[in-house]
């Protein structure tokens, strides 16, 4: 067999790097165990893998960090396991773009809300070299937090430029932080000296403008996204970012404004034809296995959860006031915001063929040549529910996979003849309409300061209000502000 040229690993600039492996490595692992510095170490350790692309830094990372946490993704991985790769994690940002640019520091956190952890970001401009040393401490005397840091490899005299690896432990004496860094092809394990990791991340990412940092990764208390997500992967998102955050405050100052009516006509009538596309309701896949046609206790679970998600959001008084204006017949919303959004069978489109590159292993153009909606029962006989389930065969580059979505469906409200696109049958499947309901909940309390009438505001920012929603559905608000928060940052401070 030929040997193929190329790149086997770097030698690792000594000083000011220490590898873990070596001598004086082991010595400060001896020391920092001792110290109780090395808490979170084994968690990282036992999930410690290899970035599988060269740009999946930050993705690697958080896999890394959130197995350690012991975070169930809540799907699957391969086989009937569930457990997270840097493959899985593509809901900020499309994983072809990311193989190509690699990913900023905000959508990494954004990620890692989404998938259950409890983030806190820092960039340098807004901490201390102080006050990130205390943080380490901290956090490497935790088995329950674990940091992550953004940096510029150039200061520690390593080739490459911006980099994300997670921290795994600190010595004291040394005022010394242990990399395990996830490019393992690259550059082992290494100590560095804190106060120069801080110079390595107190620097400017000249993709968002933003300094470095780090940010700290707890298990979230709470439950993370049940039903619906933001979205930024489809093209025009960060138009829809900018609108929300900049614009709308602009159109909600007008003195035309006199009732809830005219609010929901000056945001969704200047909107971008694409601002469903922002929010997204989240789609349960599952491998289509032959002869399997019941729904799992477990599954039925969940789906139950989402349902009742989606019958709080219903309930809602802005959800009436959304479903009066689009019956209204005055709307002059652009059409495109409603064509087809709700169609169970496109949704099973795009979703089955992302299940499916996950199950193939591959990730690549895919195509549905066939789907069908039909009704399954739950594996519970005594408790049996009917439960719709679209599948689809799906082509991954060569191979054909089959695909299940499990989609849930709430019953439909008396006298509430809004279908915008939905079923005809007595029960229905999240749509658009409940969608931009949510949309509009989750936007930050600020949004609304520049409505004139005072009589208006009040009514409007109480029926918005979080504090008056059911609990499940006040959870999913916050989880999506918190969410919305990541995502705007960079487009915001990129057109300033």
């Not at 550059?187 to 990791?197: A, G, I, N």
């Not at 915001?337 to 496109?346: A, F």
């Amino acid at each position: 067999m030929a040997a193929v040229a190329g790149l086997y690993r770097r030698a690792l600039p000594s000083p000011p790097c220490i590898e873990f492996a070596s001598k004086d490595g082991k010595q400060l692992f001896s020391e920092a165990l001792l110290e109780g510095y090395m808490e979170g170490f084994f968690k990282l350790v036992s999930y410690y893998k290899t970035q599988s692309e060269p740009a999946y830094c930050g993705l690697a990372t958080l896999a890394v960090v959130l197995n350690a946490l012991a975070i169930d993704p809540g799907r699957k991985w391969k086989g009937p396991w569930r457990w997270f790769d840097d493959s899985m994690l593509d809901c900020c940002e499309p994983l072809e773009k990311v193989k190509v640019s690699g990913i900023s520091f905000n959508k990494v956190a954004c990620l890692a809300h989404c998938n259950g952890a409890e983030v806190d970001t820092y960039h340098t401009n807004e901490s201390t070299l102080d006050n990130f040393r205390n943080y380490v401490i901290s956090c490497t005397s935790s088995e329950n937090c674990h940091m992550i840091v953004s940096y510029h490899r150039s200061f520690l005299k390593q080739t490459g430029g911006g980099h994300f690896s997670p921290i795994g432990g600190y010595h004291a004496g040394k005022d010394m932080v242990l990399i395990l860094d996830v490019a393992r092809f690259k550059y082992p394990p290494h100590w560095v000296p804190l106060t120069l990791l801080w110079d390595a991340m107190n620097t400017v990412d000249k993709d968002t403008g933003f300094y470095r940092g780090f940010m700290l990764l707890t298990r979230f208390q709470a439950s993370s996204s049940i039903l619906y997500t933001l979205s930024c992967r489809h093209d025009g998102w960060d138009t829809i970012a900018k609108y929300l955050s900049k614009k709308l405050q602009q159109l909600l100052s007008s003195e035309e404004i006199h009732n809830i009516q005219d609010i929901l006509s000056v945001i969704l009538a200047s909107a971008p034809a694409d601002l469903s596309n922002f929010i997204n309701w989240v789609a349960e896949v599952r491998k289509q296995e032959n002869g399997s046609n019941l729904v799992s206790e477990e599954e039925q679970g969940r789906l139950v959860t989402k349902e009742e998600v989606l019958q709080q959001v219903r309930e809602t008084e802005l959800f009436k006031h959304l479903t009066r204006w689009f019956l209204s017949g005055s709307s002059c919303m652009p059409k495109a915001i409603l064509d087809g959004t709700d169609s169970l069978e496109k949704i099973a489109s795009e979703v089955c063929c992302q299940g499916a590159q996950l199950f193939c292993g591959k990730v690549g153009s895919c195509g549905a040549i066939s789907s069908k909606t039909t009704q399954l029962r739950s594996s519970d006989c005594d408790n049996a529910k009917s439960v719709t389930v679209v599948s689809a065969n799906v082509v991954v580059e060569d191979s054909v996979c089959g695909a299940e979505i499990l989609v849930p469906s709430c019953q439909k409200s008396p006298g509430n003849p809004c279908e915008c696109g939905l079923n005809t049958s007595d029960r229905e499947h999240p749509s658009v309409v409940d969608g931009l309901t949510v949309l509009l909940l989750a936007l930050p309390p600020d949004t609304w300061s520049c409505l004139k009438d005072a009589k208006l505001l009040k009514e409007f920012c109480g029926i918005i209000s979080p504090k008056n929603l059911p609990d499940l559905l006040k959870q999913e608000i916050l989880h999506l502000r918190k969410q919305l928060y990541f995502l705007v940052t960079d487009v915001c401070c990129s057109s300033t």
